[in-house]
């Protein structure tokens, strides 16, 4: 599965198949109001993987890539801080994800992220 992602200099692999993305579906997740974080640990590697993705119910084609725009910026900034070596995220944009306000996007996805690494770190939960 880790030779499907594009891996960048920080660590970070994007996630690019169906599958990748269903398997990290498989695992923890972390709901706040401006996005949903679900992420699985992967057992073959030991770099980041970040995937992004939007539902219709998100708005129009328009507004989607917005949302996907802020999750990736604020993920680049975020996920090398908090985010757990081997381990599979994905970013689900909300309905609020486009419009709210930038600090309070990074808010949420900072203490879903701590959130989502003390769980990895307990061991709680499925893997």
């Known amino acids: 599965m880790a030779t499907d992602m594009m891996i960048s200099e920080a660590g970070v692999a994007r996630l690019k198949t169906r599958p990748q993305f269903l398997f990290a ?8 109001r401006s996005l949903v ?6 057992k073959d590697s030991t770099t980041i993987g ?18 996907k725009r802020r999750l990736r910026a604020a993920s680049h900034q975020l996920l090398p801080l908090h985010g757990v070596p081997g381990v599979d995220y994905v970013f689900i944009a909300r309905l609020d994800t486009a ?29």
């Open 37 to 42: 974080i679900q992420a699985r640990r992967r």
């Open 50 to 67: 970040e995937g992004f993705t939007a539902t219709k119910k998100v708005g129009n084609a328009v507004i989607r890539n917005r949302a």
């Open 99 to 127: 419009t709210i306000g930038w600090q309070r996007l990074l808010d949420d996805m900072e203490s879903a992220l701590i959130s989502l690494a003390n769980q990895f770190s307990a061991g709680t939960g499925p893997t």
């Open 25 to 32: 579906r498989g695992g923890k997740s972390e709901r706040k």
